[in-house]
């Protein structure tokens, strides 16, 4: 089983970037499919972004999209999500999240199988 640990939160102002990464603290994301999910107050977990195994197509939320850029290193643990032109609705706890093939569609939070404490990402007004 893979174990993930997400990192790079923070606090931004609106219109500022952020870098979050995940990293594999058990096993390798060789042959996994990686998403990110997010979580604010109120709302439920939510897709965000996903990769390949072999980093060759993604995936993104409606409401990333064009915004964010989820990439990997194919064989090693790092995994990013780089975000850009972040709006306060951004404001959530993000999840690293993995599991075997590729579906072309995007995740659901129940077909993850391995997943991290998360990491919070604020962005003020």
């Known amino acids: 089983q893979v174990q993930l640990e997400e990192s790079g939160g923070g606090l931004v102002q609106a219109g500022g970037s952020l870098r979050v990464s995940c990293a594999a603290s058990?096993?390798?994301?060789?042959?996994?499919?990686v998403g990110w999910f997010r979580q604010s107050p109120g709302r439920e977990r939510e897709f965000v972004a996903a990769i390949s195994w072999d980093a060759a197509s993604t995936i993104y939320a409606a409401s990333v999209e064009g915004r964010f850029t989820i990439s990997r290193d194919i064989g090693k643990k790092p995994a990013t999500l780089q975000m850009n032109n972040l709006k306060p609705e951004d404001t959530a706890v993000y999840y690293c999240?993995?599991?075997?093939?590729?579906?072309?569609?995007?995740?659901?939070?129940?077909?993850?199988?391995?997943w991290g404490k998360g990491t919070l990402v604020i962005v003020s007004s």
């Open positions: 058990e096993g390798t994301f060789n042959f996994q499919t």
């Open positions: 999240a993995c599991r075997p093939g590729w579906s072309g569609r995007r995740l659901a939070w129940s077909d993850m199988v391995s």
